[in-house]
């Protein structure tokens, strides 16, 4: 409901959740609150950074009978709406994008998945026949090792994540960059079990169309859902028009949230991608086996995340790397 209230973006929403649960209050005790109340649970409404938002929306959103129809349909087609404060809110979200994380998830398909977590496998649109086959044996192997495979249901690397995950009869999680009342099946998924082995996310409003804006917005949600972030193939951060690639933008926005990025040897690909050569430069991890993913991802599950990005600012933890941490990581 607050995420169709004018002047309400993400950080009004998570201030206004802060404060409810500080005064064990809920979003439904909102609409029975009286204006004083209200200023005084959250006196920087409507003032600085939050001057666009105003309660006084809250009447007419409670008594708009078309958003309420609006939310029945969803549900009635299977769609399940995800507020911040719901239990199955993927907690790595809240700690990876802190207050940008999204205040709404639209999820479709099958709902474990979300609490799954995984890794993310994303790569240029643009792809040769080969870099796709690799691809798709990256996908296979974390699948068949039980690790749900993300990505961003874009063609090219992203399509062939999911379908390499699909085949070894595994999980994947597809994030869009557009309203999920525009979800259509790629005819390569169309055969395979993806009804109940996939789940469609998206933080966008159900009619909302793609862009490229949201495409970049789309990747950063890849990154916070993932344990670790794949790159298979990037171009340079800019090319020649001073176009932003999205691939290389991720691994920038993963590297930054402290979430480790895996980058595929430019040794094994032709020609070689500038891109993978700068992410490693920037701290990308540098790998030729999926195994080693695989070894790192069980790693992960096992004990606390430990920040292996060679440049990342997090701060690092004091836990001894195991023997093929100190050669994959350190070499």
């Known amino acids: ?29 909102l609409f029975d609150l009286e204006p004083d109340e209200l200023s005084r649970l959250f ?6 950074k939050f001057a666009k938002a105003s309660f006084s929306c809250f009447l007419k959103l409670d008594s708009d009978d078309r958003l309420y129809s609006s939310f029945e349909k969803l549900k009635s087609d299977g769609i399940t709406i995800i507020g911040l404060d719901d239990d199955i809110y993927p907690k790595c979200v809240l700690q990876n994008m802190a207050d940008n994380a999204p205040s709404v998830l ?39 090792n039980g690790i749900n495979v993300i990505s961003g249901y874009a063609k090219g690397v992203d399509t062939s994540a999911h379908l390499g995950a699909l ?4 999980t994947t999680t597809m994030i869009l960059s557009f309203g999920i009342n525009y979800i259509t099946i790629k005819r390569e998924l169309e055969d395979l ?5 996939s789940l469609f996310v998206t933080q966008f409003t159900p009619y909302e169309k793609f862009s490229g804006k949201n495409a970049m917005i789309r990747n950063k949600l890849v990154c916070a859902m993932s344990k670790a972030v794949v790159v298979i193939k990037s171009n340079p951060e800019k090319d020649n028009l001073g176009k ?18 895996f980058v595929l040897s430019p040794k094994l690909l032709q020609p070689t991608p500038q891109g993978n050569l700068d992410l490693i430069k920037l701290g990308g991890i540098e790998f030729t086996d999926a195994i080693d993913v695989v070894k790192f991802f069980e790693e992960y599950s ?13 701060k690092p933890t004091s836990k001894t790397a195991k023997p093929y941490q100190t050669s994959l990581f350190n070499s």
């Open 193 to 197: 079990n993806w009804e109940k082995k």
């Open 43 to 48: 006196p920087e409404i409507g003032r600085g």
């Open 244 to 261: 932003m690639s999205g691939t290389f933008d991720a691994a920038k926005s993963a590297i930054k949230m402290g979430v480790p990025v």
């Open 167 to 170: 085949e070894a009869n595994g």
């Open 106 to 144: 639209y999820c479709k398909g099958y709902l474990p998945i979300l609490s799954k977590g995984g890794l993310s496998i994303v790569g240029a649109r643009n792809v040769s026949n080969s870099e796709i086959t690799i691809t798709k044996r990256i996908a296979h192997e974390f699948a068949e």
């Open 1 to 29: 409901m607050l995420a169709n209230a004018p002047g309400f973006g993400a950080k009004t929403i998570h201030y206004i959740y802060k404060n409810l649960k500080i005064n064990n209050l809920s979003v439904n005790d």
């Open 302 to 314: 096992e004990h606390e995340p430990v920040n292996v990005n060679s440049q990342s600012d997090t």
